[in-house]
């Protein structure tokens, strides 16, 4: 699954294109609806499809960006462009088990 990322389903459950086109559909209806300051807690596969559509990034550029377990990504949008101000945050976990 790692070799075609883009073509991979899961068993029994969405092909990667599929889950990448709901979630962005889900972005952009609900982004005009939320307050200035928003906390989302999702899955590694939902903070790659926000960070991809949100700074515009090509497969390639997204491949490189890290993604941690329980990582910190903050984007900021200043008049309408998005960009990042935190990538990959994991300081907060330093000293657990």
Do not use: M
């Amino acid at each position: 699954w790692r070799v075609a990322v883009h073509e991979f389903a899961y068993p029994d459950g969405d092909a990667v294109p599929a889950f990448r086109a709901r979630v962005a559909a889900t972005l952009h209806a609900w982004l005009p609806t939320t307050p200035a300051r928003t906390l989302l807690i999702v899955h590694k596969g939902v903070i790659a499809t926000v960070v991809t559509e949100l700074l515009r990034l090509s497969p390639a550029e997204r491949a490189v960006w890290p993604i941690d377990l329980a990582s910190i990504h903050t984007l900021v949008a200043t008049a309408g462009e998005w960009h990042a101000e935190r990538v990959n945050q994991t300081d907060h976990l330093d000293g657990l088990p």
